[in-house]
């Protein structure tokens, strides 16, 4: 099983950009599909992006099509979400998630970072 820790958050103007990031210990990251959900204390978690372990396809939440990028690098184990054009309303703890292949629910949670947007 992998464990994960995201990185990068922080405060930013409206229309900012922030890049996070999820490093993986373990040996098989490869084999797990990786996500980002967000959470706020006022609308619990949500989803925001996925990406397949295979073939690197990607799902995104309708609120961030266009503006937020999901890669990842299996080499470095590595996940990363670039939010570009960041609005007050994607003020959340952003959370790193992995599913191994086979399971339907993702099974491993990393802490989270903080991404603060100022009007």
């Known amino acids: 099983q992998v464990q994960l820790v995201e990185s990068g958050g922080g405060l930013v103007q409206a229309g900012g950009s922030l890049r996070l990031s999820c490093a993986a210990s373990?040996?098989?990251?490869?084999?797990?599909?990786m996500g980002w959900f967000r959470q706020d204390p006022g609308k619990g978690r949500e989803f925001v992006v996925a990406?397949?372990?295979?073939?690197?396809?990607?799902n995104y939440a309708d609120f961030v099509k266009g503006r937020f990028t999901i890669s990842r690098d299996n080499a470095k184990n590595t996940v990363y979400l670039q939010m570009n054009s960041l609005k007050p309303e994607d003020t959340a703890t952003y959370i790193c998630?992995?599913?191994?292949?086979?399971?339907?629910?993702?099974?491993?949670w990393g802490q989270g970072t903080q991404v603060t947007v100022s009007s």
């Open positions: 998630a992995a599913r191994l292949i086979g399971f339907t629910n993702y099974n491993t």
């Open positions: 990406i397949n372990w295979n073939d690197g396809s990607t």
């Open positions: 373990g040996r098989t990251f490869s084999w797990y599909d």
